[in-house]
């Protein structure tokens, strides 16, 4: 089984020495796939059992990020996105499913007309927020808990305008904070393709592994096998 991570690997960014510890701690083989390398060819992920839309962003290609997002969810491939990976989705949904072909980061683009991921009220860079988690969920099967303090490195997340018509197109939100803004998304539709704007490889480690990639892994484990 071999699991691919869509970004462009820093080894000095401690959200990504946090994504090689826990693939490494899990004992799962993770190959790095550069974005721009998905740009024309995203088909590249049939060789993969599941995709980690990395954090890290804004990505050197935004394309090539989408384009494997995308390629993902068409493929019903496991998929978890984290952080940057969270906004991408968000991004992709946009544009693939709804139909808004200019929708846009406003870190990347800050002045398009179409902002579906904008800058949060707070920086949640280096907090921890309490999680609660709706049941009858994909997420609520994995965590098996209605809660979970989690760790954040980002200042970007969905414009709220939007997610009537995320939610109208087939988008569950199924994680909030206490102000109950959006944490988690997931279709429930495909078997495993879920996104948080958190990162849970940061409090994963070898003797407790974060049940969100325990349940990735278990899905990439099913593809590989063939069930």
Same mark, same amino acid.
């Given at each position: 089984?071999?699991?691919?991570?869509?970004?462009?690997?820093?080894?000095?960014?401690?959200?990504?020495?946090?994504?090689?510890?826990?693939?490494?701690?899990?004992?799962?083989?993770?190959?790095?796939?550069?974005?721009?390398?998905?740009?024309?060819?995203?088909?590249?992920?049939?060789?993969?059992?599941?995709?980690?839309?990395?954090?890290? #962003?804004?990505?050197?290609?935004?394309?090539?990020? %989408?384009?494997?997002?995308?390629?993902?969810?068409?493929?019903?491939?496991?998929?978890?996105?984290? !952080?940057?990976?969270?906004?991408? +989705? +968000?991004?992709?949904?946009?544009?693939?499913?709804?139909? %808004?072909?200019?929708?846009?980061?406003?870190? %990347?683009?800050?002045?398009?007309?179409?902002? +579906?991921?904008?800058?949060?009220? !707070?920086?949640?860079?280096?907090?921890?927020?309490?999680?609660?988690?709706?049941?009858?969920?994909?997420?609520?099967? +994995?965590?098996?808990?209605?809660? #979970?303090?989690?760790?954040?490195?980002? #200042?970007?997340?969905?414009?709220?305008?939007?997610?009537?018509?995320?939610?109208?197109?087939?988008?569950?939100?199924?994680?909030?904070?206490?102000?109950?803004?959006?944490?988690?998304?997931?279709?429930?539709?495909?078997?495993?393709?879920?996104?948080?704007?958190?990162?849970?490889?940061?409090?994963?480690?070898?003797?407790?592994?974060?049940?969100?990639?325990?349940?990735?892994?278990?899905? !990439?484990?099913?593809?590989?096998?063939?069930?």
């Amino acid at each position: 089984m071999i699991v691919a991570i869509v970004g462009d690997h820093n080894p000095s960014y401690p959200t990504h020495q946090f994504t090689d510890e826990a693939f490494a701690h899990l004992g799962v083989e993770a190959r790095w796939l550069p974005t721009p390398t998905l740009d024309d060819d995203p088909a590249q992920l049939g060789g993969y059992d599941g995709v980690l839309i990395s954090p890290g #962003s804004p990505y050197v290609s935004t394309a090539g990020a %989408i384009a494997g997002i995308q390629w993902a969810r068409e493929n019903d491939v496991p998929l978890l996105g984290t !952080c940057g990976g969270f906004q991408h +989705v +968000v991004i992709e949904f946009a544009r693939n499913v709804l139909g %808004i072909r200019d929708a846009e980061h406003a870190e %990347i683009s800050p002045d398009a007309s179409e902002l +579906v991921v904008v800058p949060l009220a !707070c920086s949640l860079v280096g907090q921890q927020q309490q999680i609660e988690i709706r049941p009858d969920t994909i997420a609520a099967r +994995v965590y098996s808990t209605t809660e #979970s303090t989690e760790s954040f490195f980002c #200042s970007y997340g969905l414009n709220p305008s939007y997610r009537g018509a995320l939610e109208g197109g087939g988008v569950r939100f199924s994680g909030f904070d206490h102000d109950g803004e959006p944490r988690i998304l997931e279709l429930p539709d495909l078997g495993f393709f879920l996104a948080t704007l958190y990162v849970p490889q940061a409090t994963s480690s070898r003797d407790a592994p974060h049940p969100l990639l325990v349940g990735f892994i278990e899905a !990439c484990q099913a593809r590989s096998n063939g069930s």
